[in-house]
């Protein structure tokens, strides 16, 4: 299986989950429920780990889930929040917008070796374009093995 399917099927997986979780709320009086802290910490431990490796811990879906979850003190509300960046984190995720500008400046500088390496092929410079194409090759090759070593999602233009 692909890691983006893993990674979505994973986001799946923690909705339900927060589905289950809201659905066990106590109330506390007529205006206000409370959700259990134990199952609370577990669902909030399972999208810390995936926000960590889908999104970076630099993120701002990581770094506001975090503020979030370290606020609970049982209330509703208070889960509420922490459900509301999980559903901006997936979103986004589904979406394909959690991007890098360095790292889509980078694959179009790569691009752009690619496509200079086809130019000069054509023209009959064949060293030259088996050189681009080859930088072009290890610095795609370095993010991939980078990514797989820090545990991040790496998604390839195709």
Avoid at 62 to 84: K, M, P, V
């Amino acid at each position: 299986m692909q890691l983006d399917a893993i990674v979505r099927r994973r986001f799946t997986e923690l909705a339900e989950k927060a589905e289950r979780l809201a659905a066990a709320r106590d109330r506390t009086d007529s205006d206000s429920f409370t959700i259990p802290a134990a199952p609370f910490y577990e669902w909030v431990t399972n999208v810390q780990s995936l926000l960590a490796r889908a999104c970076g811990q630099e993120s701002v879906h990581y770094q506001n889930f975090i503020r979030l979850a370290n606020r609970f003190t049982s209330y509703e509300a208070e889960f509420a929040n922490c459900r509301a960046v999980f559903v901006a984190a997936r979103e986004d995720y589904e979406g394909g917008y959690l991007f890098n500008v360095r790292a889509a400046a980078k694959a179009e500088a790569l691009a752009d070796a690619l496509a200079q390496a086809k130019e000069l092929l054509a023209a009959g410079f064949k060293d030259p374009a088996c050189v681009l194409a080859r930088v072009a090759l290890e610095v795609a090759l370095k993010e991939l093995v980078w990514c797989l070593r820090n545990s991040l999602t790496c998604r390839m233009r195709s």
